[in-house]
């Protein structure tokens, strides 16, 4: 499955937001969730930044030939873990004045922090590292 994609909206897509339509916000509702005392969690921990899929697809745009490199359909994810617990505490670190929106629900532990991506195959079609990928503090 691909995973959540978060990271800030685009410009335009910002002041066309119907007042009252949450649902606009499409994954990143998921961290708006967070702020609300009753809101849960994400379902899965795979994740992320928008920001780079949308450079891999550019990378993709220009990635060599199938015939030298095979398929070239290949799953895209961060390589950096993602904890509930974790992003709380960020929240609350980086915005604390945040604190008391906060979910008060119990974070999730889930079976894996991050999806089983080959990056080597990652690098050899797109030519992007793991070092490239922004963290989840960045996405946040």
């Known amino acids: 499955n691909p995973p959540y994609l978060y990271g800030p909206l ?3 897509h910002i002041h066309t937001l ?3 339509r949450y649902d606009s916000l499409s994954t990143d509702l998921i961290i ?3 702020l609300t005392p009753e809101g ?3 379902v899965s921990a795979a994740q992320a930044d928008v920001r780079d899929i949308a450079h ?3 990378l993709a745009l220009s990635s060599p030939l199938t015939s030298s490199v095979g398929r070239k359909r290949i799953l895209i994810g961060s390589p ?3 904890n509930s617990k974790a992003v709380i505490e960020l929240i609350k670190d980086s915005r604390p004045e945040l604190q008391d929106r906060l979910t008060r629900q119990t974070p999730p532990s889930y079976p894996y ?3 089983p991506i080959d990056f080597k195959r990652v690098e050899e079609v797109l030519g992007m590292t793991k070092d490239e990928f922004r963290t989840v ?3 946040v």
């Open 56 to 58: 891999a697809h550019v």
């Open 137 to 139: 503090e960045d996405m």
């Open 113 to 115: 922090e991050r999806l």
């Open 32 to 34: 708006y969730r967070l």
């Open 10 to 12: 685009a410009e335009t």
């Open 80 to 82: 950096h873990g993602f």
């Open 40 to 42: 849960d969690f994400p």
């Open 18 to 20: 119907p007042a009252g």
